[in-house]
T-cell receptor, first 113, second 115 residues
Framework: DVKVTQSSRYLVKRTGEKVFLECVQD?????MFWYRQDPGLGLRLIYF???????EKGDIPEGYSVSREKKERFSLILESASTNQTSMYLC????????????FGEGSWLTVV | ELKVEQNPLFLSMQEGKNYTIYCNYS?????LYWYRQDPGKSLESLFV?????AVKQEGRLMASLDTKARLSTLHITAAVHDLSATYFC???????????????FGKGTLLTVNP
């Protein structure tokens, strides 16, 4: 079974803190993504990566950065957390082959107070 | 900019009944995904539709794709309580024959199946 693991399921952070959300996949997928999900807004793409050390901005990258030092790991970084970044964050990955399923992790619930 | 509209957003139905969820999108794409999400959980992949006319079925759920009409449907047959969840369609933004795997999601349909 494909596994996309988000190690931090529930976090509470203070405004201004630096926050790291980690995502690891075990299926040698080239492509990895970070989305956030908010009620009424659905899922929105923050950043994505098609290869190690490669990253591209999605639709809402402001306030976020990412790191992909190893193929299996894609980290989302909130440099200075703000209350409007309270959300559920979902990591996804897929193989570069037409028709492949895109798999999602369990999600990280982040509350910024 | 690709826009994806799902309707209805809320659906309450009785067990045993049939219903259809619609997913319309605004620009050319030939890849569409359906996901299920249970409360507090992640997204579970249901179907990947890759071409015009694609139809896939799993249990009581059947999904189809009409790329010319830019429409996908998720049909529920003889609903049971276990199907209660939120269902999302997501459209691949690539329109060049390949895929960039960047998805634009609909807002989701909250399905409640009542006994």
């Amino acid at each position: 079974d494909v596994k996309v693991t988000q190690s931090s399921r529930y976090l509470v952070k203070r405004t201004g803190e630096k926050v790291f959300l980690e995502c690891v996949q075990d299926m040698d997928h080239e492509n990895m993504f970070w989305y956030r999900q908010d009620p009424g807004l659905g899922l929105r793409l923050i950043y994505f990566s098609y290869d190690v050390k490669m990253k591209e901005k999605g639709d809402i990258p402001e306030g976020y950065s990412v790191s992909r030092e190893k193929k299996e790991r894609f980290s989302l970084i909130l440099e200075s957390a703000s209350t409007n970044q309270t959300s559920m964050y979902l990591c996804a990955s897929t193989h570069s082959s037409s028709g492949n399923t895109i798999y999602f992790g369990e999600g990280s619930w982040l509350t910024v107070v | 900019e690709l826009k994806v509209e799902q309707n209805p957003l809320f659906l309450s139905m009785q067990e045993g009944k049939n219903y259809t969820i619609y997913c319309n999108y605004s620009t050319t794409s030939d890849r569409l995904y359906w996901y299920r999400q249970d409360p507090g959980k992640s997204l579970e992949s249901l179907f990947v539709l890759l071409s015009n006319g694609a139809v896939k079925q799993e249990g009581r759920l059947m999904a189809s794709l009409d790329t010319k009409a830019r429409l996908s449907t998720l049909h529920i047959t003889a609903a049971v309580h276990d199907l209660s969840a939120t269902y999302f369609c997501a459209v691949d933004r690539s329109n060049s024959g390949g895929s960039n795997y960047k998805l634009t999601f609909g807002k989701g349909t909250l399905l409640t199946v009542n006994p």
